[in-house]
Nanobody, 123 residues
């Protein structure tokens, strides 16, 4: 069992930056690939980025490539999402999730989910 708690969301102007964090409970954090997802009102929950257990493998959704960076600190049981050059269309609730698979790019590959943190980008 893994419990995940996101933080770092908020209101930012277009072009600005935010860094999300997701803290995981338990001693087996490095056994899980981690992902960030987002869901806007009335929309599906889509993958933003994912990172493998060791951090050597990463995946990004097309809409965030070159702007967002996922990273992890296994010693601190934390995964991060650095978001730069934010756009109004990035507005959503952002969720982190844990998976026992290598680097799943779909929400069905993830078992544990956090409660989410709101990111709002104003124009």
């Amino acid at each position: 069992q893994v419990q995940l708690v996101e933080s770092g969301g908020g209101l930012v102007q277009a072009g600005g930056s935010l860094k999300l964090s997701c803290a995981a409970s338990g001693r087996t954090f490095n056994m899980y690939a981690m992902g960030w997802f987002r869901q806007a009102p009335g929309q599906e929950r889509d993958v933003v980025a994912a990172i493998s257990r060791s951090g050597t493998g990463t995946y990004y959704g097309d809409s965030v490539k070159g702007r967002f960076t996922i990273s992890r600190d296994n010693a601190k049981n934390t995964v991060f999402l650095q978001m730069n050059s934010l756009k109004p269309e990035d507005t959503a609730v952002y969720y982190c999730a844990a998976s026992t698979l290598y680097l799943p790019q779909d929400r069905d590959g993830y078992t544990f989910w956090g409660q989410g943190t709101q990111v709002t980008v104003s124009s």
